[in-house]
């Protein structure tokens, strides 16, 4: 059983949705504090003071424009058919509810119609070669709805598919700053930069995609083929082996590795290995040769007979310890 308490938190709440015009939920918690007033036991002065804050209510729904099409004009708050008014408004609620609702999902409808409308002409002229007429359809559709979720990237992939990849650079370059943290835009336009040859800009992307989503092997290959490209070949090189580390059995990685690996490092090259890696195992190597070598002095102060002596035994080389051997992950 609801107290006069909760009662008037109910009416309260129902008086501040509308004092701010909203106008559903006002007739939601009206609806409530009435079903709840007709199941109480509220008596005397508390259900007289009930009643007025009940009457201001009323008065508030029936000044709200949005309301006079659908609420009757003599509906008012009668104090003893509180059930049979809670359910009156509720069925008012319900009615406006599902009309709103309806009407979104039309609005939606009649939006996602317009769009593939838009795109499918535009993507017609992109097929007949035709960009600058493509643009006059994709420009009016991503401007009357610029909040549409992946339209931007959609636009500019197709841009970049059908071959005009500076075209769809503009439409990627919003759809990242639209949202960051979607990959695909990403892919998209450094496809784009591959296509127009610019290695640079191919490259900051790719730097981008690893700082936001983790490297992998189709990346390190790519940067390899595009430090290929500005003849940077220990970079070229270096990317190659992070993409075997990660896939030993990369083909296109294996080919640039073994391409360059042996000019660049001689014996010392070993797929997979990077040319840190490489070069601090070839230092490791000669301080390991060269303590070896400079172990004996020869301390002769020219004393005893002037004969000749008998050469002193050489002394063997220790080969190094197997177990201390640099293991080369590759």
């Not at 636009?155 to 439409?171: L, M, Q, S, W």
Request: with cysteine; hydrophobic share 35%; net charge positive.
């Amino acid at each position: 059983m609801s107290s006069p308490k909760s009662i008037k938190e109910n009416i309260a709440r129902a008086k501040s949705y509308g004092q701010r015009k909203d106008y559903l939920r006002c007739l939601f918690s009206l609806s409530i504090s009435l079903d709840e007033l007709a199941d109480s036991q509220v008596f005397g002065r508390e259900k007289f003071e009930i009643g007025i804050l009940v009457d201001e209510v009323f008065r508030q729904l029936l000044a709200m424009e949005e309301l006079k099409s659908v609420l009757p004009r003599g509906l008012k708050y009668t104090r003893g058919h509180e059930k049979k008014l809670s359910k009156a408004l509720r069925n008012i609620h319900d009615t406006i509810k599902n009309a709103i609702e309806k009407a979104a999902i039309d609005k939606i409808r009649k939006q996602k119609n317009q769009i593939d409308k838009y795109i499918l002409t535009g993507h017609k002229c992109l097929e007949n070669k035709d960009a600058k007429e493509a643009k006059k359809y994709f420009r009016r559709i991503t401007e009357a709805f610029p909040e549409e979720r992946g339209l931007l990237q959609d636009v500019g992939g197709r841009f970049v598919k059908a071959g005009f990849a500076r075209d769809g650079i503009e439409y990627l370059e919003r759809a990242i700053e639209q949202n960051p943290t979607d990959s695909r835009p990403y892919t998209l336009i450094l496809l784009a930069w591959e296509m127009l040859a610019e290695q640079d800009q191919a490259l900051a992307i790719i730097k981008d995609i690893v700082r936001r989503f983790g490297a992998n092997e189709s990346l390190y290959v790519r940067q390899s083929k595009l430090f290929l490209a500005k003849r940077m070949y220990a970079e070229a090189y270096d990317a190659a082996a992070s993409a075997l580390k990660l896939n030993p059995l990369s083909r296109d990685a294996k080919k640039i590795s073994d391409q360059l690996g042996p000019k660049i490092f001689g014996r010392g090259y070993k797929p997979g290995t990077t040319t840190g890696e490489i070069k601090a195992a070839k230092a490791k190597q000669s301080t390991s040769s060269n303590s070896s070598t400079n172990g004996a002095l020869n301390l002769n102060f020219g004393g005893g007979s002037s004969g000749t002596k008998k050469a002193a035994p050489k002394k063997t080389v220790k080969k190094p310890d197997t177990s201390k051997a640099i293991k080369l992950d590759f």
